[in-house]
């Protein structure tokens, strides 16, 4: 491949084919900003106090400080290895088909009508912005055959960059900004609210389960919106993982899972989508897709499992009450009480951009840039100095 804006006689290419003296081809390329997480990271990586505390990280956390493996899983990866039945090979484009169906299922309930109609498509993916990624890409055809859809897309705010991110990638730039999580757990009685009002004004949703049944330690119960959704009729796309709830970091394991209005497109969104997974993909890996299938189709591994998720939710309920109570005890200004009422793997604290500087450059304690942090990063060892930094930051003078 000849190098962009030369020639094969170029002044000064070796004859080894190193053109030597000239620039990189790559010295005009723009440079992109950034991100303030890329920035945070750097300087965590960076920062040699021995009291750091790192609380901006994605993956759940045991007491001890270390990334936690569910016992059952461990169990099952080994069964895996060796079960003499199972032969490496490619899925479909789609991944593997019994770990789309357990997928869609634990989303959209046993009983669902949109199953038994037909109009679910499922699609395995390499984790959950792969998900969000391919449902971009959908929506971004889906709207208008005779040409791109570039939005509006309406987001929660305030915002995490990536996920914005993710649709401008797909070619969608009207956007607004996007977090997760929002620092609003809502109700039942909310969310029908909210779907009522998006039948009114005839929006299409696209909902996001990250963390599914690690909010309330349920499966129904974190998927409630989606199947309200579905039960009355809404067309709608929604993004899984499993990867936090199986503890399968090293294995990203995301869904897509497309609710049609009728059956009678599915095929030619089925083709849609593997033109697209083709290009992204091609095909996505199979361990631990396995895995959460083996969970979730048997009855046994099912109660086992969500027996160690529950252990995990109601760790980080008492984390999340004790942080409260020390930054009652130590007069910490505001209420604290959304510390508690939010529920899952990750908590907004509220606290501005100025305020987590202060924190991350006076303190070592990192958080991510729109004050979000992860409640399993917070241990005994760790608590008191954390809830004091957090008091320091908003007592002490900017």
Avoid at 119 to 136: K, Y
Avoid at 366 to 387: E, M, T
Wanted: hydrophobic share 40%; proline share 4%; aromatic share 8%.
């Amino acid at each position: 491949m000849s190098r962009p804006g030369s020639s094969p006689h170029e002044k000064g290419v070796r004859q080894n084919g190193d053109p030597g003296g000239h620039l990189s081809v790559f010295t005009n390329t723009i440079n992109a900003a950034v991100s303030p997480e890329t920035r945070l990271l750097s300087a965590l990586a960076k920062d040699t106090q021995a009291r750091k505390v790192d609380l901006a990280g994605r993956e759940y956390y045991s007491e001890e400080g270390r990334t936690f493996e569910l016992r059952l899983v461990g169990k099952i990866k080994q069964q895996l290895s060796a079960d003499p039945t199972l032969h490496p090979e490619y899925p479909s484009s789609f991944g593997v088909r019994e770990f789309t169906r357990q997928a869609t299922k634990v989303a959209l309930g046993k009983h669902s009508r949109a199953i038994v109609e037909n109009r679910v498509l499922g699609v395995q993916t390499p984790g959950f912005t792969a998900a969000v990624r391919l449902g971009a890409e959908l929506l971004r055809c889906w709207h208008d055959v005779s040409a791109d859809w570039c939005g509006p897309i309406y987001l929660s705010s305030p915002c995490d960059d990536s996920l914005a991110g993710i649709f401008q990638a797909a070619g969608i730039q009207e956007i607004s900004s996007a977090h997760y999580p929002t620092g609003a757990d809502l109700s039942q009685s909310q969310w029908a609210v909210i779907t009522r009002l998006i039948m009114r004004r005839r929006l299409f949703p696209f909902l996001l389960l990250p963390t599914q049944v690690l909010c309330c330690g349920d499966l129904e119960r974190d998927a409630w919106a989606v199947q309200y959704c579905a039960s009355q009729g809404v067309e709608l796309l929604c993004a899984q993982s499993f990867s936090h709830c199986f503890g399968l970091y090293g294995e990203a394991v995301g869904h897509l899972l497309c609710i049609l209005k009728q059956n009678s497109i599915l095929l030619s969104v089925q083709s849609h989508a593997d033109k697209i997974v083709r290009s992204l993909w091609a095909r996505p890996s199979v361990g631990g897709a396995h895995i959460v299938t083996t969970v979730l189709s048997n009855s046994a591994h099912l109660v086992e499992w969500q027996g160690e998720v529950k252990h995990i939710v109601e760790r980080c309920m008492l984390i999340r009450a004790i942080l409260r109570e020390k930054l009652r005890l130590l007069g910490t200004p505001g209420c604290w009480n959304h510390l508690t009422q939010q529920g899952g793997l990750f908590c907004h604290t509220g606290l501005n951009g100025e305020q987590v500087e202060f924190l991350s450059n006076r303190r070592h304690v990192y958080l991510l840039p729109g004050g979000c942090l992860n409640v399993s990063a917070i241990n005994g060892r760790n608590l008191d100095y954390i809830a004091e930094s957090i008091h320091l930051a908003l007592t002490t003078t900017l």
